[in-house]
């Protein structure tokens, strides 16, 4: 935090930290996995070490998000990379997550941000989540946050306000869903609220296109693994009249991975059960973060 490891107690700050009160705040999560690496890979024995998964772009987002509200980084990506590594080592996690944060603290009140100082602080804990396979989607009365209201490609905290109106939502209405499903301000599919997601026809996967959604790293890893397993995918906007043609759905992000969809407004998508598409590329994305897909190890960073 600021420079300094600090235990996880005493990582406090002032009730009246400028981004408490006005938002200005920027994230990152991060999965760490246990890869096994053996003699061939340049170990001595084989044996489990921790990989961060896409650490350099999800650093480079950091930074960029960072940017996109007027910071100043204080920090370059080397040195938030090396702190990721070292906060691994020294808590000797391996199956975790990771979550850097740069926000606006204690200063004035006002709420313009200029001048105000920039905290960094990055926290990693244990996290071998476990999460149900299949979820309900239902589509949000709450409007997705515009690209002309938001930089929509940058992760602020205070963007998740929207977020959490429209699960709350979700989760409260009859019949009840597990997450959420943002249309963007044209009605088209934007995201649920914090993932993003893809719609499968035989061989063939349909995503929102960029403009309305954060490109999440699972997105694109699932992209770039749709292409390896031979699948074909379109980037496009899709209406929510579109939604009876597809034979499966899944969402994708780095805490939840790839989740199947089984019904949207309480309506079955294929059968109703997670479909052979999703699996297929659910196992991958396995098999991916955990370094044992030597195309995909370039994404892994192993912290030894
Ligand atoms: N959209 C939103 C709004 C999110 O919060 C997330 C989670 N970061 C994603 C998409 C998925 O992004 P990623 O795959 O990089 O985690």
New binding site residues.
Partial sequence: MDGRFVLWNKAQIHVLTHALHYGGSVYE?MRTYPVVVTAASGAKKKKEVAGIYRLDD?IQ?FVNSQKAIAMKPPYSKTELKKVCVELLKKNKIVDGYIRPIAFYGYDRLGIFWGGVPVKVAIAAFPWGAYLPNEMKLKISPFQRLSSKAVKIEA?VGS??VN?NFATEHAKNVSPQADEALLLDDNGYIA??????IFFVRGKTLYTPKRGA??P????DSIIELAGYFGLKVIEKRIKPTEISKFDECFT????TEVMSVVKINGKKIGNGKMGDVTTVLKDGYSDLVHGRLPKFKKWVTLVQ
Avoid: D, M, Q, V
């Fill in positions: 999560g999800h987002r992760k963007y998740y977020s995201e649920p609220a914090c993932a993003n959604i954060l999440g790293f699972t997105r994708t992000g780095t805490a």
